[in-house]
């Protein structure tokens, strides 16, 4: 299991890396570093991290054992999955977020749902 500080770490580094020298907004920076710590955590196979940002409406619909193995399974195919292109659009405690992965199999996302519970914001998508 990666650490969390592991995780923000890429995230941070990747939101900067990203910005211009005035930088995103503040509303889009954190919904698009947890989203890259989301998709670090498939990187690395971390299933508790990944399953610490879905929203608990989703704990409550997707199946923990079956997201745990598919988290997992996606660290061992050691292809990785980067975000990028990330495209924030915030409204309230929802944001639908664009991006692009390094791969193939999972491709691009327009307008995935996220939600802010307690500080973070989490995947919604189910």
């Not at 745990?68 to 990785?80: F, P, Y």
């Not at 990028?84 to 692009?100: E, K, P, Q, R």
């Not at 390094?102 to 491709?107: F, H, Q, R, S």
Request: proline fraction near 5%.
């Amino acid at each position: 299991m990666a650490p969390r500080s592991a995780l923000l770490g890429l995230a941070l580094f990747a939101v900067a890396s990203c910005s211009g020298s005035e930088g995103p907004p503040v509303a889009a920076t954190k919904p698009a570093i947890d989203l890259i710590e989301y998709t670090a955590a498939f990187r690395l196979g971390s299933a508790d991290s990944a399953w610490n940002l879905v929203s608990s409406r989703c704990k409550g619909i997707v199946d923990e054992a079956e997201y745990r193995a598919t988290v997992t399974a996606a660290g061992e195919r050691g292809t990785g999955l980067i975000a990028s292109n990330i495209s924030v659009d915030v409204d309230g405690d929802t944001a639908l977020i664009d991006y692009d992965t390094n791969d193939p199999v999972v491709g691009s996302y327009v307008d995935q749902p996220w939600t802010l519970e307690d500080g973070r914001w989490r995947w919604d998508a189910c």
